[in-house]
């Protein structure tokens, strides 16, 4: 999903659920946020609305993307009506009325799937989703300029249950 869709959900609901009253923010992923799903900065010039990069990884990332933007843009109604913008009882009332479920939490500590290793260094690297084709960062720095080379390619060691039996002194990637 591009910051194109951010902007699409959010003109979607400015219509539907804000009279399309709300200035359109500036939307942007941020791959750093991991302690809630999204954040509304305000500001008076422009204010922001972040969405969680790891959404995107959800089985139903579609609808946790558009229930999030739905909330954050609840706390830019209320800062834009110059009324207390955290979770208050407005909040709650408006949460209702325009259907967005959620209190912007989703677990991110999935447990990880796979285990990859470095054929040269054994240097191991657990991940939750599939890698196609990815070589260890630190041989291909220490080796080979920074490129990527097949010698270096990670290799699939363990898949599910067998990860959590992975020694654990790797790095997490
Ligand atoms: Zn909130
Ligand atoms: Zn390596």
New binding site residues.
């Given amino acids: 999903m591009s910051e194109h869709d951010l902007i699409r959900i959010f003109t979607e609901w400015n219509l539907r659920s804000f009279s399309g009253e709300l200035p359109v923010p500036e939307i942007r992923w941020n791959s750093r946020l991991k302690t809630?799903a999204?954040r509304?900065i305000p500001d008076r010039t422009r204010s922001i609305i972040e969405v969680a990069t790891y959404l995107c990884e959800e089985p139903n990332a579609e609808h946790l993307i558009r229930d999030t933007i739905g909330?954050?843009m609840?706390?830019f109604w209320l800062w834009e009506r110059r009324m207390p913008y955290?979770?208050t009882p407005e909040?709650h009332r408006k949460m209702e009325e325009i259907g967005v479920s959620r209190?912007?939490s989703v677990p991110r500590h999935r447990p990880f799937k796979y285990c990859y290793a470095c054929p040269s260094c054994d240097q191991k690297i657990l991940t939750r989703k599939r890698i196609r084709k990815a070589a260890c960062a630190k041989c291909c720095n220490a080796h080979n300029d920074g490129e990527f080379h097949s010698r270096f390619q990670l290799k699939l060691v363990a898949v599910g249950e067998q990860v959590g039996q992975v020694p654990s002194r790797e790095r997490v990637g």
């Fill in positions: 809630s999204g509304f909330h954050e609840i706390h955290g979770h909040f209190y912007n």
